[in-house]
Antibody
Framework: EVQLVESGGGLVQPGGSLRLSCAAS????????MNWVRQAPGKGLEWLSYISGSGSTKYYADSVKGRITISRDNAKNSLYLQMNSLRADDTAVYYCARDPDTAVLRMYFDYWGLGTLVTVSS | SYELTQPPSVSVSPGQTASITCSGD??????TCWYQQRPGQSPVLVIY???KRPSGIPERFSGSNSGNTATLTISGTQAMDEADYYC?????????FGGGTKLTVL
């Protein structure tokens, strides 16, 4: 059974940093492109970042570019999101999501984790 | 930047057909997918590649995409279909989500 389990969320002060993790099981992580998506309370979905299966290609949303870094460790079946200079409007549930398509033009997310809540507040 | 526009809300009576639209410039030239999100839950893929249904998604869910508009159609809508629905596409190295549509079954 495919499972994605995010962790690392919590309360952080403005300007602080946080590293989110996504543990994958039930499939071979290295053969899938992965993404991070967030959802602020009561708001819609916002895509943050993409990383190819090998880790060689990365994309970022303009809204967070320069403040976040996506990475992966296929040997550990894990995906990461390093977030810096956090602001109140970064408060959201952060999801990792699997992309089963090899072409970004056809990107879609067939499995999502349950999410981890990040709260940025003093 | 590319934008996808959805109506904030759609209402439908049980057993009737619900249509949720997603508009974007030349959207018909891109692949579109749709997600269902019930309160407190993670999104679930219901349509991908414009018209394909993942395994386990009921046949009452269908999709289309032409011109500037993609449409998610739910035939014979059931109370359990009440949820938020999001369209999504890819443009210029960016994933774009629509703002979401709240489907009310009443």
């Amino acid at each position: 059974e495919v499972q994605l389990v995010e962790s690392g969320g919590g309360l952080v002060q403005p300007g602080g940093s946080l590293r989110l993790s996504c543990a994958a099981s039930g499939f071979t992580l290295s053969t899938y492109n992965m993404n991070w998506v967030r959802q602020a309370p009561g708001k819609g979905l916002e895509w943050l970042s993409y990383i190819s299966g090998s880790g060689s290609t990365k994309y970022y949303a303009d809204s967070v570019k320069g403040r976040i870094t996506i990475s992966r460790d296929n040997a550990k079946n894990s995906l990461y999101l390093q977030m810096n200079s956090l602001r109140a409007d970064d408060t959201a549930v952060y999801y990792c999501a699997r992309d089963p398509d090899t072409a970004v033009l056809r990107m879609y997310f067939d499995y999502w984790g349950l999410g981890t809540l990040v709260t940025v507040s003093s | 930047s590319y934008e996808l526009t959805q109506p904030p809300s759609v209402s439908v009576s049980p057993g009737q057909t619900a249509s949720i639209t997603c508009s974007g410039d030349k959207l018909g030239n891109k692949y579109t997918c749709w997600y269902q999100q019930r309160p407190g839950q993670s999104p679930v893929l219901v349509i991908y590649h414009d018209i394909k249904r993942p395994s386990g998604i009921p046949e009452r869910f269908s999709g289309s995409n032409s011109g500037n508009t993609a449409t998610l159609t739910i035939s014979g809508t059931q109370a359990m279909d009440e949820a938020d629905y999001y369209c999504q596409a890819w443009d210029s190295s960016t994933v774009v989500f629509g703002g979401g549509t709240k489907l009310t079954v009443l």
